[in-house]
């Protein structure tokens, strides 16, 4: 539920504010009396929670003084433990430039840096191991001092359509190295990119943790006017996320506050119509904070570049030994590097038993089910899938736009029903009703559950814009509610869709790896994202995609899901495995083309 905004006199809310900050003090004051009679008279230092950076300003050539935007906002505001707030913030650090770079010739290198396979021999065994080093260079040709650079290595064969990908470690002086698996017989050969320069990072990394506002968006409100006669106005609407975080000052806006996830949502305030007269959501312009320089550095002859280095053919002999997992999906498997491989275009898992299930198969295995697609495009790319491959799944005509949703399909032979809708504001989208955008905890809360529930959900595109703090708050919301809901149906399964990990190279476009691992006794929540080389640091396991496009189906749990593999050569995805009770399943989403 969204209420509207109450209006007060600017007199008496000062008075209240001036109050209730007198009375907070007295308050604190008290409370620090006691714990220190408490402790015998000792000093007790007072508690100040982690923030993500300390407060700064940050002055770029060509755009306003920006603010670090999650200045104020504790690990309580996001609903989280401490600790695991620490487990974000270490799984977050990533090596950066020793000095700010200013001058273009002092990055990296896509032509200068090269790879080399260390002690390559004439042939090896399935299951064997080569070792791979990098050396990052400059535009100069000298070596770099310090890391952080984005790497992608992989191993593979285009003709047996097969490809591998290694874990790069970042040794933090220029240089890197990565072992990677010989999985397949036959031939192959390595391949190393510089995905982002350290340089670039440096800079995704400084616009993630600010207030600048990347993205834009309309609110349309439609009312009776002068007369009788129903008007519209389009106004200005953004988030609203922490005590400094209005994007726009003063009494300006109509804000909306969902009473469950207590997200806030703010519009400009019509100037005829009310703030209960707000009908549609759309997106709206895209901002580009960087200066010229940054602009060079994002220049496409320096992103996704293969580098040079040892391409000789590979020979790998067979192995009597099995390298595959034998073990039956389940949650709570431990996801080893690299989790798996292609070959043929097939998934080959090293977590567990993976199965391909034609048509007719799904339509047995998803018997008498009611399945829940919760989140954005991707999701309605399973809903549509289902649709073309499923046998007398047909969508019901709900009035609603056919890619904006919501939208709902039945089986009746078999009484499947599978439904999709959009998850809640921010979204960047057409003009699309606000009552049809929902929040994902909400909706989990509306559903009772049960063996013939399959809930699937992903939330990752449409929250990059935005602070990392606010993506944190809405992960641990929806922990919230799927705990609530094994709780009271513990046989429900649910499934965490990660996020696609597209090729976008825009800064208006994505931030670079924001990792958010939720780890309790029940939970593990991670998304995947366009992110730097899978260092130590990083501490994610890197699966390779399919050399070519095509669509699989792998059970997990009892329960089949479908995994899309549409996807571009050449860049990675995060394979994860955890569990939630016995019925939560996190699945992998490779990167769409």
Same mark, same amino acid.
């Not at 270490?90 to 001058?103: F, G, N, V, Y």
């Not at 591998?164 to 990565?178: C, K, P």
């Not at 009746?412 to 979204?427: A, E, S």
């Given at each position: 539920?969204?209420?509207?905004?109450?209006?007060?006199? @600017?007199?008496?809310?000062?008075?209240? @504010?001036?109050?209730?900050?007198?009375?907070?003090?007295?308050?604190?004051?008290?409370?620090?009396?006691?714990?220190?009679?408490?402790?015998?008279?000792?000093?007790?230092?007072?508690?100040?929670?982690?923030?993500?950076?300390?407060?700064?300003?940050?002055?770029?050539?060509?755009?306003?003084?920006?603010?670090?935007?999650?200045?104020?906002?504790?690990?309580?505001?996001?609903?989280?433990?401490?600790?695991?707030?620490?487990?974000?913030?270490?799984?977050?650090?990533?090596?950066?430039?020793?000095?700010?770079?200013?001058?273009?010739?002092?990055?990296?290198?896509?032509?200068?840096?090269?790879?080399?396979?260390?002690?390559?021999? +004439?042939?090896?065994?399935?299951?064997?191991?080569?070792?791979?080093?990098?050396?990052?260079?400059?535009?100069?040709?000298?070596?770099?001092?310090?890391?952080?650079?984005?790497?992608?290595?992989?191993?593979?064969?285009?003709?047996? &359509?097969?490809?591998?990908?290694?874990?790069?470690?970042?040794?933090?002086?220029?240089?890197?190295?990565?072992?990677? $698996?010989?999985?397949?017989?036959?031939?192959?050969?390595? @391949?190393?990119?510089?995905?982002?320069?350290? #340089?670039?990072?440096?800079?995704?990394?400084?616009?993630?943790?600010?207030?600048?506002?990347?993205?834009?968006?309309?609110?349309?409100?439609?009312?009776?006017?002068?007369?009788?006669?129903?008007?519209?106005?389009?106004?200005?609407?953004?988030?609203?996320?922490?005590?400094?975080?209005?994007? %726009?000052?003063?009494?300006?806006?109509?804000?909306?506050?969902?009473?469950?996830?207590?997200?806030?949502?703010?519009?400009?305030?019509?100037?005829?119509?009310?703030?209960?007269?707000?009908?549609?959501?759309?997106?709206?312009?895209?901002?580009?904070?960087?200066?010229?320089?940054?602009?060079?550095?994002?220049?496409?002859?320096?992103?996704?570049?293969?580098?040079?280095?040892?391409?000789?053919?590979?020979?790998?002999?067979?192995?009597?030994?099995?390298?595959?997992?034998?073990?039956?999906?389940? @949650?709570?498997?431990?996801?080893?590097?690299?989790?798996?491989?292609?070959?043929?275009?097939?998934?080959?898992?090293?977590?567990?038993?993976?199965?391909?299930?034609?048509?007719?198969?799904?339509?047995?295995?998803?018997?008498?089910?009611?399945?829940?697609?919760?989140?954005?495009?991707?999701?309605?790319?399973?809903? +549509?899938?289902?649709?073309?491959?499923?046998?007398?799944?047909?969508?019901?005509?709900?009035?609603?736009?056919?890619?904006?949703?919501?939208?709902?399909?039945?089986? $009746?032979?078999?009484?499947?029903?599978?439904?999709?809708?959009?998850?809640?504001?921010?979204?960047?989208?057409?003009?699309?009703?606000?009552?049809?955008?929902?929040? %994902?905890?909400?909706?989990?809360?509306?559903?009772?559950?049960?063996?013939?529930?399959?809930? /699937?959900?992903?939330?990752?595109?449409?929250?990059? $814009?935005?602070?990392?703090?606010?993506?944190?708050?809405?992960?641990?919301?929806?922990?919230?509610?799927?705990?609530?809901?094994?709780?009271?149906?513990?046989?429900?399964?649910? %499934?965490?869709?990660?996020?696609?990990?597209?090729?976008?190279?825009?800064?208006?476009?994505?931030?670079?790896?924001?990792?958010?691992?939720?780890?309790?006794?029940?939970?593990? /929540?991670?998304?995947?994202?366009?992110?730097?080389?899978?260092?130590?640091?990083?501490?994610?396991?890197?699966?390779?995609?399919?050399?070519?496009?095509?669509?699989?189906?792998? #059970?997990?749990?009892? +329960?089949?899901?479908? &995994?899309?593999?549409?996807?571009? +050569?050449?860049?990675?995805?995060?394979?994860?495995?955890?569990?939630?009770?016995?019925?939560?399943?996190?699945?992998?989403?490779?990167?769409?083309?």
């Amino acid at each position: 539920m969204l209420i509207s905004p109450t209006r007060q006199s @600017s007199v008496h809310r000062f008075e209240h @504010s001036r109050m209730c900050l007198v009375l907070l003090c007295l308050w604190l004051s008290t409370f620090v009396a006691i714990l220190r009679l408490l402790n015998g008279g000792s000093q007790m230092q007072g508690f100040l929670p982690p923030l993500p950076k300390p407060i700064r300003r940050i002055q770029t050539n060509s755009s306003p003084t920006i603010s670090i935007f999650d200045m104020g906002i504790s690990h309580k505001d996001m609903g989280i433990s401490l600790d695991e707030w620490g487990s974000l913030q270490k799984a977050l650090d990533w090596p950066s430039p020793d000095q700010e770079i200013t001058q273009l010739n002092l990055s990296t290198s896509p032509v200068h840096s090269t790879f080399s396979i260390v002690g390559l021999n +004439e042939t090896y065994k399935v299951g064997e191991k080569i070792h791979v080093t990098i050396t990052a260079r400059d535009h100069n040709n000298n070596l770099k001092a310090y890391g952080g650079d984005f790497f992608q290595a992989k191993l593979f064969n285009s003709k047996l &359509k097969a490809s591998v990908f290694g874990e790069v470690v970042d040794h933090r002086n220029g240089t890197y190295s990565v072992d990677l $698996l010989l999985p397949w017989e036959g031939q192959a050969r390595v @391949s190393v990119r510089l995905v982002h320069s350290s #340089e670039v990072v440096y800079i995704l990394k400084k616009y993630r943790e600010s207030s600048f506002p990347r993205s834009h968006y309309k609110g349309y409100f439609e009312g009776p006017g002068p007369k009788g006669v129903r008007i519209s106005e389009v106004v200005e609407c953004n988030l609203k996320w922490g005590p400094n975080g209005s994007w %726009i000052k003063g009494n300006c806006c109509c804000e909306y506050k969902d009473l469950k996830t207590g997200t806030v949502w703010q519009c400009e305030r019509p100037k005829t119509l009310s703030c209960d007269n707000w009908v549609y959501h759309a997106s709206g312009p895209m901002e580009n904070p960087q200066n010229p320089f940054e602009n060079k550095l994002f220049a496409k002859k320096l992103t996704n570049i293969e580098l040079t280095g040892d391409m000789q053919i590979i020979n790998v002999l067979p192995n009597t030994t099995d390298i595959g997992s034998k073990e039956r999906c389940r @949650s709570g498997l431990t996801t080893p590097v690299p989790a798996g491989f292609y070959l043929h275009d097939v998934w080959k898992s090293f977590v567990c038993n993976t199965k391909s299930f034609s048509p007719p198969e799904m339509g047995n295995c998803l018997k008498s089910k009611t399945v829940y697609l919760m989140g954005d495009s991707t999701e309605r790319q399973w809903f +549509e899938y289902l649709e073309q491959k499923l046998p007398g799944l047909k969508r019901l005509d709900l009035h609603t736009s056919r890619i904006g949703g919501p939208l709902m399909a039945v089986e $009746l032979q078999n009484n499947i029903i599978v439904h999709w809708r959009f998850h809640g504001v921010p979204l960047k989208f057409s003009k699309l009703p606000i009552a049809d955008l929902h929040y %994902i905890s909400n909706d989990i809360d509306e559903i009772a559950g049960g063996r013939h529930a399959v809930i /699937v959900f992903t939330i990752f595109a449409h929250r990059v $814009l935005h602070p990392l703090t606010f993506y944190v708050h809405e992960v641990a919301k929806i922990r919230q509610s799927v705990v609530a809901l094994l709780s009271r149906a513990p046989d429900t399964t649910v %499934i965490i869709k990660s996020g696609n990990t597209a090729g976008l190279k825009s800064l208006a476009a994505f931030i670079p790896c924001t990792p958010i691992r939720l780890i309790g006794d029940r939970a593990c /929540v991670v998304p995947a994202q366009p992110c730097p080389s899978p260092g130590v640091a990083s501490g994610m396991t890197y699966t390779p995609p399919s050399p070519v496009g095509g669509s699989t189906w792998e #059970e997990t749990g009892g +329960e089949k899901t479908k &995994k899309q593999n549409k996807i571009c +050569e050449g860049n990675a995805h995060i394979h994860f495995n955890a569990s939630l009770k016995n019925r939560l399943y996190v699945y992998s989403t490779l990167i769409p083309a």
